[in-house]
């Protein structure tokens, strides 16, 4: 039998890239991304400026990046519901229920990344293609089950689209205005909404 490789261990160099991308989302929670400096972001990393131009080639590419993970996290907070078929409200409730808490930390970073009108074009420079990339998964789960005949019809990248933005506008609004909200009642109409964008069922539908 062939031995099994093991995964390569990170070399120094990935810690240090993953250091920047660390340092650049503690950076990007308290200051507008356009207002960060390379200095500050080669600073928090504890590497120099020419440091930095090692790993990442502008500002642009490391926001890309930290966006990157960003969108790497919620495809693993909602793995659960992109890898089953059907409603399964249960599990895309969890799902969310996991994207509410990370964007109670991040959510500074992104609305900014995500939402903001106007946010310069350090950001824009990444936005349109993370966001479309944000949505492949989920495009890809609802069109598996609309070859099922189970969705309502349409464009199911259209739709992944549409319910990507209500999941990032709601944690937006909580993340502004905590206060606001109640947090099981948001989960919950934002789970039926999503489901009733998706599959055309009412609330007491996407229980069964």
Do not use: H
């Amino acid at each position: 039998m062939p031995a099994i490789k093991s995964r390569r261990a990170p070399t120094k160099g990935d810690q240090r890239e993953q250091a920047l991308v660390d340092a650049a989302r503690a950076v990007f929670r308290d200051k507008p991304i356009n207002q960060v400096t390379i200095d500050e972001l080669a600073g928090a990393a504890g590497i120099t400026r020419s440091g930095f131009y090692f790993y990442f080639e502008s500002k642009q590419a490391l926001l890309a990046a930290v966006v990157d993970q960003g969108i790497a996290e919620a495809d693993v907070e909602l793995a659960e519901w992109l890898g089953s078929d059907g409603l399964d409200r249960a599990a895309l409730r969890r799902g969310l229920a996991a994207g509410l808490a990370r964007w109670k930390v991040d959510g500074r970073w992104l609305r900014e990344a995500f939402l903001a009108p106007d946010p310069g074009p350090d950001v824009m420079q990444v936005r349109d293609r993370l966001v479309d990339k944000g949505c492949t998964l989920f495009s890809a789960r609802i069109e598996r089950d609309a070859r099922a005949g189970l969705t309502v019809g349409g464009s199911p990248a259209l739709l992944a689209r549409m319910a990507v933005n209500l999941r990032s506008t709601m944690f937006s609004d909580v993340y502004a205005d905590p206060a606001a909200y109640d947090e099981d009642e948001l989960l919950d109409t934002l789970t039926d909404a999503i489901l009733r964008l998706v599959y055309g069922v009412s609330p007491g539908d996407s229980d069964r």
